[in-house]
C-alpha cells in the first residue's frame, strides 16, 4: 500500500487529482493537450503539443495571461496523482493503494498568503497523515511534491507582506523550519513506512536549496533523480547526495483521470518507478524492512563511474529480494 498524492512547490504545479470548475469542463481536452506541451517543452521534444503552446502563448492578450496560467495550474492539480498513481501501480497485481491527498493553490496571487498559523495546520496534517498512514499498514509512500525557504518568501512578498527583504527571509525561514521539524519528525517516527521523493525539478542540489521532503535524511527516506532514455541525467532533475537512486523521468506514460494516457517529464514521474519497485520486492520478501529496501535498490543499481547517477536495476533488485528470503 502507498500514497500518491503530489506538488513540486519550486516548478511544477501538481496535486492528487482535484475537481475543475464549470468554466473549464468543456475545455477540458484542450488544456490537458496543454499541459503536455509544456511537459514537452521542458523536455526539448518539438512535438504537436508543444507547438500549440508556443502558439497560443505568442497570440495570448496580457488580460487573458492570469486566467490562462491559472488554468493551467488548475490542470497540473487535476491531472498529477493519476499519472504518478498509475506508474507506481504497474506490473503490480499485489499493490494496494492508500491516498493521502495535497491540495495546493494555483492561483498567481497566493491564496491564502502565509501565516504561522498556516503552517502549524500544515505540520499537523503532516503528523495526521502519517499516522493514518500507519494505521492502514502502509509500507510505501510516494511523495512527488516538494517545497523550499524561497518559496515561501516569494509568496511573502507577492503578498505584500514584511517590511524589508531580511523581514520577509526570517519570517519564511520560521514557517520553513515548522514544517521541516514536522515532516521529519512524523517520518522518523514511522521506521516501518519507506518514504520516496522526488528529487526535484529545479536542477539543484535538494540540500543546497533545503527543498523538503527531498532532503531529509533519515534511513527510511529514499531520494529519486530523473534520467532520460539514454540513462543520462535528465536536464531538469536535482541531484546531489542526497539523491541515491535513479529512474526514468523523460516521457513516462500513464493514466490521466478518465482513462486516457499521455507521456509527461519530471522527477514526479521518476519516484514511482522507484515506489513500485520497492513495492515488488515487498511483494517477494513482505519482512524487508525499509532500510533493507533503500540497500537492495541502491546496491543493485547501475552506477556511472563520476557517482552522479545510479540507474535503478529491477531484475537485480528482484533477484537480491528473493535471495533475501532464502537467508
Given at each position: 500500500a502507498y500514497e500518491i498524492s503530489t506538488r513540486d512547490w519550486s516548478s511544477d504545479v501538481c496535486s492528487s487529482d482535484l475537481p475543475l470548475t464549470p468554466e473549464v469542463q468543456p475545455r477540458l481536452a484542450q488544456l490537458l493537450s496543454y499541459t503536455k506541451g509544456f511537459s514537452d517543452l521542458q523536455s526539448n521534444i518539438d512535438s504537436?503539443?508543444?507547438?500549440?503552446?508556443?502558439?497560443?502563448?505568442?497570440?495570448?492578450?496580457?488580460?487573458?495571461?492570469k486566467q490562462r496560467v491559472e488554468e493551467l495550474g488548475m490542470m497540473g492539480n487535476y491531472e498529477h496523482g493519476t499519472h504518478v498513481t498509475g506508474i507506481a501501480?504497474?506490473?503490480?497485481p499485489y499493490a494496494k493503494l492508500v491516498v493521502g491527498r495535497l491540495e495546493f493553490d494555483y492561483h498567481l496571487q497566493p491564496d491564502p498568503c502565509p501565516t504561522r498559523e498556516g503552517a502549524e495546520r500544515d505540520a499537523k496534517a503532516a503528523r495526521d497523515t502519517v499516522a493514518f498512514f500507519r494505521r492502514h499498514q502502509v509500507r510505501v509512500v510516494n511523495m512527488s511534491w516538494g517545497g523550499d525557504v524561497r518559496s515561501i518568501e516569494g509568496a511573502l512578498?507577492?503578498?505584500?507582506?514584511?517590511?524589508?527583504?531580511?523581514?520577509?527571509?526570517?519570517?519564511?525561514?520560521?514557517?520553513?523550519?515548522i514544517s521541516?521539524?514536522?515532516?521529519?519528525?512524523?517520518?522518523?517516527?514511522?521506521?516501518?513506512?519507506?518514504?520516496?521523493?522526488?528529487?526535484?525539478?529545479?536542477?539543484?542540489?535538494?540540500?543546497?536549496?533545503?527543498?523538503l521532503p527531498a532532503a531529509i535524511e533519515l534511513p527510511n527516506v529514499l531520494t529519486v533523480g530523473a534520467v532520460d532514455l539514454a540513462g543520462d541525467e535528465a536536464s531538469f532533475t536535482s541531484?546531489?547526495?542526497?539523491?541515491?537512486?535513479?529512474?526514468?523521468?523523460?516521457?513516462?506514460?500513464?493514466?490521466?483521470?478518465?482513462?486516457?494516457?499521455?507521456?509527461?517529464?519530471?522527477?514526479?514521474?521518476?519516484?514511482?518507478?522507484?515506489?513500485?519497485?520497492?513495492?515488488?520486492?515487498?511483494?517477494?520478501?513482505?519482512?524487508?524492512r525499509p532500510q533493507?529496501?533503500?540497500?537492495?535498490?541502491?546496491?543493485?543499481?547501475?552506477?556511472?563511474?563520476?557517482?552522479?547517477r545510479n540507474l535503478m536495476n529491477p531484475k537485480r533488485a528482484l533477484e537480491a529480494a528473493k535471495a533475501a528470503v532464502r537467508h
Amino acid at each position: 500500500a502507498y500514497e500518491i498524492s503530489t506538488r513540486d512547490w519550486s516548478s511544477d504545479v501538481c496535486s492528487s487529482d482535484l475537481p475543475l470548475t464549470p468554466e473549464v469542463q468543456p475545455r477540458l481536452a484542450q488544456l490537458l493537450s496543454y499541459t503536455k506541451g509544456f511537459s514537452d517543452l521542458q523536455s526539448n521534444i518539438d512535438s504537436p503539443e508543444a507547438a500549440q503552446v508556443k502558439q497560443m502563448l505568442s497570440q495570448l492578450a496580457p488580460a487573458d495571461y492570469k486566467q490562462r496560467v491559472e488554468e493551467l495550474g488548475m490542470m497540473g492539480n487535476y491531472e498529477h496523482g493519476t499519472h504518478v498513481t498509475g506508474i507506481a501501480l504497474a506490473g503490480n497485481p499485489y499493490a494496494k493503494l492508500v491516498v493521502g491527498r495535497l491540495e495546493f493553490d494555483y492561483h498567481l496571487q497566493p491564496d491564502p498568503c502565509p501565516t504561522r498559523e498556516g503552517a502549524e495546520r500544515d505540520a499537523k496534517a503532516a503528523r495526521d497523515t502519517v499516522a493514518f498512514f500507519r494505521r492502514h499498514q502502509v509500507r510505501v509512500v510516494n511523495m512527488s511534491w516538494g517545497g523550499d525557504v524561497r518559496s515561501i518568501e516569494g509568496a511573502l512578498e507577492q503578498c505584500g507582506l514584511g517590511k524589508t527583504p531580511e523581514d520577509r527571509k526570517a519570517t519564511a525561514r520560521e514557517y520553513f523550519e515548522i514544517s521541516r521539524k514536522a515532516l521529519t519528525q512524523a517520518f522518523a517516527g514511522a521506521p516501518e513506512i519507506l518514504f520516496v521523493a522526488a528529487a526535484g525539478n529545479s536542477n539543484n542540489d535538494p540540500n543546497f536549496v533545503e527543498d523538503l521532503p527531498a532532503a531529509i535524511e533519515l534511513p527510511n527516506v529514499l531520494t529519486v533523480g530523473a534520467v532520460d532514455l539514454a540513462g543520462d541525467e535528465a536536464s531538469f532533475t536535482s541531484y546531489g547526495s542526497v539523491v541515491k537512486v535513479h529512474a526514468n523521468g523523460y516521457q513516462v506514460e500513464s493514466f490521466l483521470p478518465g482513462g486516457k494516457r499521455v507521456a509527461l517529464s519530471g522527477t514526479s514521474m521518476a519516484a514511482p518507478q522507484v515506489t513500485g519497485l520497492a513495492a515488488k520486492l515487498l511483494a517477494v520478501n513482505p519482512a524487508l524492512r525499509p532500510q533493507d529496501l533503500v540497500r537492495i535498490i541502491t546496491e543493485t543499481g547501475d552506477r556511472t563511474a563520476d557517482g552522479r547517477r545510479n540507474l535503478m536495476n529491477p531484475k537485480r533488485a528482484l533477484e537480491a529480494a528473493k535471495a533475501a528470503v532464502r537467508h
